[in-house]
């Protein structure tokens, strides 16, 4: 369990940092916006800067994921893809490949479409640095 | 005999995937299929119904001859349509530890393990329970179609899957030896005789092991010690997993995850 | 393809561009006091359960705290499938062993009777008074029986159940539906927006449809419905119009046959819908003489399930978190109260703009949630959110169909993102249906593993 945070840490301090920058950022301006009249700002760097995908932590999506796929991307007997240890390429693909409609799902062709290269390539590599050995065989 | 309830059975199943999806219980013109068993008989325990009867070596080998011819092309399709993909991977190559690959797999192996979803003699756990939900609505020419299609597929080399890496206990064979040699003492005769010197398969059906994903292997042949899995000929791997230690089915799950497999993997 | 776009290097250089770190406001980083901070949490159901796991999942040295009044939960998703007989009322029962155990999440049975949200302590029915240094309330729904004459929570524990809470109204409706005599009429009351489990009250009638098929044939099932349509209703009704003999709305044959075929039926199933445009709305509940009457009509049944309009559990009025709506207004980053200060409101309860109230919501706002508190108690900035709801509904058995949305902040709003589509195709094949019911059924174990286990 130790590995896994120091591992996800890792990951995570790096997009924190770059969330910091633009969290902050989107944080102020949202809470202007809270406590301003009902006129909407206009946009400006701030607006833009909480939109920018940059700001997005993969680990944070990624746990959206769980619902069914288990948390941390754990399954054991289970008809859903387990995602922990998936090699980062295989995600990647897997994903781009719902999303464009290149392979057969019931839902996740709809889900992928939810996500951005960048996103889903954050995904993919918190999903790769999960030691998948929670799984039972 | 036993062959009799097999064909009709078989047959049987033939029709029931005929009948529309969206009617159920319909048209008095059909006549009424033998139903395989609802899903939720095989979550229950892992005991197939009553009327899954176990293979003898004869009975395997007159339902296999029973099926048609398949055609790689159209299992292709079968493949796409009912989202085999999704678990085995594009190309017969799960994606995924939690499930086997089946590209270059016997077709004859690939066969029988759909019709032992189909009866639920085969009914490990929730995953085996998907496969009956599948399995039960392919007809012989389907299940014939795919296990074409999924033998013509190059076997993986490195899927990517961890390998075990065993300590190995003082008493183990190493994994080469008993697949080559066996071991007397515990009357194992080598894999080898049943899954070929390189894991291609061949006997009796016996399956196609290079490449396969480790987990699954080890799995299986835990699953076979315990009686989970009881879907084997004449209790043949049963009796052989339980003179296996834990530490040398992980060794030959090492083993056989890394053995390459040359493209002549034979059809059936 | 995407890699040459996507190389750390340029990822990063992009972000060079954001100037400087914003100073957090003052309330986003007060603590009430030091040592390993204390997150209370309001309610044990899937929202709560999910934010004390995933804390503890996150930071395993913060202590949590899960106020709850019930020692064990029971699930409200595949609740309906006690009715059908297809799980039992114990399926529906989830421990709180392994939060305790194996997450050291702390256990509170008690109810909670008042907070001091400026010294930040909360205070329970047995005497406890609790500092915290945030507060997340998940106190799921309230029915408010009162809406309709006649109707009240009397009367739904013993003569016309609701279930929409699960529990022992569930049991007593399974029992009169499956008791009911043949030939019977089983009325079932959808109700007004917005409300929990958007596909449920329409999942719940096509099970019964599919049960009576067998046990009782002529029996009868309609749903009134002050509403003209609802999530999932296209496929939802492909399914009634293939399974139970159901004829669409006129409206709806038009928009969809282009796309799939729809059958006419020309003797009706036992399944009808009357829409609110068509008198559906329910006004009255009689439990002695078991009539409901609508705008349109008065129905005389055997059973008589009413699903009433809902707003925010007492406890969030309790708590002055519920503004003139009865729900609670949230800044949608944290889902941070916009009435109290260091509250957290998460779940059916909150007021999250286009997201459903599910399960599946809870579950996504609950993390988001986790993250954001850890992130304010160090200091940071909370990541951007993203929230996903994926729901599978059944109109039977073998027959599944979902909703699949993806969300994120849109100009200051909670917004859907996947503009193409959210629903099952209409033209969906066999094998999509069969697999939607099998993944739905996949879906209630994975789903209570990654809220409890």
Known sequence: ?137 | ?268 | MMTSNLSRRQWLASSAALVSVAALPVWAQARAKTGPAHIVIVGGGVGGATAAKYLKLFDPSVKVTVIEKNRTYIKPYGSSEVLNQHASMDDLNVSYDTLRTQYGVNFVFDTVIGFDPQARTISTAGRQKITYDRLIVSPGIQLLYGAYEGYSEQVANTAVPSGWIPGAQTALLAKQLQGMRQGGTFVIAAPPNPYRCPPGPYERPALMAEWFGKHNPSAKIIIVDPKDSFVTDETMMLGWNRLYKFNLPDDYVKKMQDKVEIKQHAAAGMLSWVRGKDGGRTLKIDAKKMTIETEAETIKADVINVIPPMKAGQIAMTLGLTDASGWCPVNRRNFASTLQPHVHVIGDASMADAMPKSGFSANNQAKVVARAILEELAGRAAPEPLWENTCYALAGKDYGLFVADVFKIVDGKIARINTKARYLPLDASPAQIKLGARYQQAWLRTFTQDCFA
């Open chain 1, 1 to 137: 369990m130790n590995l896994y945070f120091d591992k996800t840490l890792n990951a995570f301090t790096r997009r924190a940092l770059l969330a910091t920058f633009a969290g902050g950022l989107a944080l102020l301006s949202y809470a202007a916006n809270e406590s301003a009249s009902k006129v909407p700002l206009a946009p400006t760097s701030h607006a833009q800067a909480a939109t920018n995908p940059v700001a997005i932590s993969g680990e944070l999506m990624a746990h959206s994921c769980a619902a069914c796929h288990g948390t941390l991307g754990r399954l054991g007997d289970e008809s859903f893809m387990p995602l922990a240890g998936m090699p980062l390429r295989q995600f990647t693909t897997t994903m781009l490949d719902f999303r464009e409609g290149k392979r057969p799902a019931t839902l996740m062709g709809h889900v992928a479409q939810g996500f951005s290269d960048a996103e889903i390539r954050a995904m993919g590599e918190f999903f790769a640095a999960v030691n998948p050995i929670g799984s039972q065989p």
């Open chain 2, 1 to 268: 005999m036993n062959t009799a309830p097999l064909t009709s059975r078989l047959a049987a199943l033939a029709a029931a995937s005929l009948l529309a999806v969206w009617a159920p219980g319909a048209s008095a013109a059909q006549p009424a299929p033998a139903a395989p068993q609802p899903a939720s008989a095989l979550h229950a325990d892992h005991t197939p119904p009553a009327d899954a009867k176990a293979w003898t070596p004869s009975t395997l080998r007159q339902t296999l001859a029973s099926l048609p011819k398949g055609n790689a092309t159209q299992g292709q399709k079968v493949h796409e349509q009912l989202f085999c993909v999704s678990c085995h991977g594009a190309k017969g190559v799960a994606p995924t530890q939690n499930w086997p690959h089946l590209a270059g797999q016997r077709a004859a192996y690939t066969a029988k393990m759909l019709l032992d979803y189909q009866s639920g003699l085969r009914a490990e756990g929730q995953r085996a329970a998907l496969m009956h939900d599948i399995a039960v609505m392919m007809t012989p020419q389907q299940i014939a179609d795919v296990s074409a299609f999924y033998a013509l597929q190059a076997a993986p080399r490195d899927d990517g899957t961890p390998r075990p890496n065993p300590q190995k206990a003082p008493k183990d064979f190493d994994a080469a030896q008993l697949i080559r040699k066996g071991d007397p003492a515990r009357l194992l005769t080598p894999c080898a005789s049943c899954h070929g010197v390189a894991g291609q398969g061949g006997n009796r059906e016996a399956s196609a092991l290079a490449g396969q994903n480790p987990l699954y292997f080890v799995r299986t042949l835990l699953d076979y010690q315990t009686g989970v899995r009881a879907n084997d000929s004449a209790k043949g791997m049963s009796t052989f997993a339980k003179k296996l230690t834990r530490t040398e089915i992980e060794a030959l799950a090492t083993h056989y995850a890394d053995l390459p497999m040359g493209k002549t993997s034979s059809a059936r």
